[in-house]
């Protein structure tokens, strides 16, 4: 099972970047996927997840209105589109699965890909 994430880079304050996740070795479309973020220092937290039928989107209160995720699941595909960007956002950003339903806990989601760097800075 492999997951990729990319799409990072170095955006201005305000800017957009969409990240996307490929999925490998498992049944895509059964599998709830997940975003994650890990700032230098800090503990890596939930950003936002959505079912496998792309029905359900859980997001995290500081993202909420500016990122959106979402799911391809003939393209095996998951993807988060990150509008007005701020420095805050700075982090390395992980997609995740989990077989089971919607949630923000880190332990329930069992494949991680690796990060993917986002750095927002003027």
């Known amino acids: 099972v492999q997951l990729q994430a990319f799409g990072g880079g170095l955006v201005q304050p305000g800017g957009s970047l969409r990240l996307s996740c490929a999925a490998s070795g498992l049944i895509f479309s059964t599998y709830t996927k997940g975003w994650f973020r890990q700032a230098p220092g800090k503990e890596r937290e939930f950003v936002a997840a959505?079912?496998?039928?792309?029905?359900?989107?859980s997001y995290t209160d500081s993202v909420k209105g500016r990122f959106t995720v979402s799911r391809d699941n003939t393209k095996n595909t998951v993807n988060l589109q990150m509008n007005n960007l701020k420095p805050e956002d700075t982090a390395v950003y992980y997609c995740?699965?989990?077989?089971?339903?919607?949630?923000?806990?880190?332990?329930?989601?069992?494949?991680w890909g690796q990060g993917t760097q986002v750095t927002v800075s003027s």
């Open positions: 995740a699965a989990s077989d089971g339903q919607v949630t923000t806990r880190i332990a329930s989601y069992r494949y």
């Open positions: 959505v079912s496998w039928s792309g029905g359900t989107t």
